[in-house]
């Protein structure tokens, strides 16, 4: 049996870390109509940054599955992970969250490489970076 790895997640040793992450102001956060603040944080994650009521200018990260946690990673300190209609309308609308097109900035990246003079193979294999110019 072969094993696919899950697409939307890479493991930093014992944590999990999204793809991609924004960071917001807890505030900005905290005006969806539908917000439901999680107040429960396992002993664990009770952190001194994660302890007692959080401020509205507290740092917090909306993770590509539109998770909200107080940790840049996904999987600890999570505060609100009521995906719905509306929330992911607030977060594209309200928060201008959307996740980048990775295919596309490498096809992209792969196009301006080839017009700069940079055969395929000088390129990185994912396309997701050009070479450094000879010093």
């Known amino acids: 049996m072969v094993a696919t790895p899950t697409p939307l997640w890479r493991t930093m040793g014992e944590c ?3 793809t991609y992450q ?14 439901k603040e999680s107040t ?7 952190t001194d940054e994660a302890r007692g009521p959080l401020e509205d200018d ?3 990260f909306l993770h590509e599955d539109l998770r909200v946690t107080a940790s840049c990673f996904a999987d600890s300190k999570v505060l609100f992970d ?14 201008q969250f959307v996740v980048p097109d990775w295919k596309a ?22 396309g997701t970076s050009l070479p450094r110019l000879a010093e």
């Open 16 to 18: 999990i870390m999204p």
């Open 22 to 35: 924004h960071a917001y102001r807890l505030g900005d956060i905290r005006r969806f109509t539908g917000w």
């Open 40 to 46: 429960a944080l396992p002993a664990e994650d009770a």
């Open 58 to 60: 507290t740092v917090v």
């Open 82 to 95: 009521e995906v719905t209609d509306a929330w992911r309308l607030f977060c594209r609308e309200t928060l």
């Open 105 to 126: 900035e490498s096809e992209l990246l792969q196009k301006v490489g080839k017009r700069a003079g940079y055969s395929s193979a000088a390129l990185v294999s994912d």
